[in-house]
């Protein structure tokens, strides 16, 4: 099912694309035509998500438990370490 629904976004996503050709499609959709280069980009980077996914499945599961037992984001604890970076940059922003 989830090869499926990939490629039926990959149809719908090319069709978008391709009707930037034509005149009222363009307007309709909101679409420009695009190079051969472009259009050759677009699925290079969208296919390294595939990548990535084999990449982030090689990273063992244990330092992600590790940072759920250590790593709280739902409170203000000043003593946690990504806490205090969110502090430093929301002071060096603001």
Not at 6 to 15: A, P
Not at 25 to 47: D, E, N
Not at 56 to 84: A, C, M, R, T, Y
């Amino acid at each position: 099912m989830f090869i499926a629904v990939v490629l039926g976004e990959f149809f719908i996503t090319y069709w978008m694309v391709r009707a930037g050709e034509t005149g009222l499609f363009s307007k309709i959709i909101g679409t420009a035509p695009i190079t051969r280069a472009m259009h050759a980009t677009c699925w290079v980077l969208g296919a390294s998500v595939l990548l990535v996914n084999i990449i982030i499945k090689k990273i063992p599961l244990d330092f992600f438990v590790f940072v759920g037992e250590n790593v709280d984001l739902e409170s203000s604890n000043n003593d946690d370490h990504i806490n205090q970076l969110f502090y430093k940059a929301e002071d060096h922003f603001h």
